[in-house]
Nanobody, 121 residues
């Protein structure tokens, strides 16, 4: 049974930073590309980062909206996924989910329950 448990969300001021973590279990973590998706109030789920299977963190994707501010990484030995978020903006306010690629966007069983990030002054 796939389990993805996010932590690290909370409130931050504009320009601030937060680091999200995801603990994975129930599947062979190192076999899967992983990512983070988010859902802002009234909006659709969207990918904010993806990473390939390797620990080298060289195979990554970011949309323009977060490029240069967010950094995804993984530690296969710890079955963990991370998202470092810097220079946060109010429009980054959303529920953030750890997700398996590619199904995490359309399959609720391929993502965690989420952690709330609120950016406000």
């Amino acid at each position: 049974q796939v389990q993805l448990v996010e932590s690290g969300g909370g409130k931050a001021q504009p320009g601030g930073s937060l680091t999200l973590s995801c603990a994975a279990s129930g599947f062979t973590f190192s076999f899967y590309a992983m990512g983070w998706v988010r859902q802002a109030p009234g909006k659709d789920l969207e990918w904010v980062s993806r990473i390939g299977t390797s620990d080298s963190n060289s195979d990554t994707y970011y949309p323009d909206s977060v490029k240069g501010r967010f950094t995804i990484s993984r530690d296969n030995a710890k079955n963990s996924l991370y998202l470092q978020m810097n220079n946060l903006k109010p429009e980054d306010t959303a529920m953030y989910f750890c997700a398996k690629v590619p199904d995490g966007l359309r399959d609720v069983n391929s993502r965690g329950r989420g952690t709330q990030v609120t950016v406000s002054s």
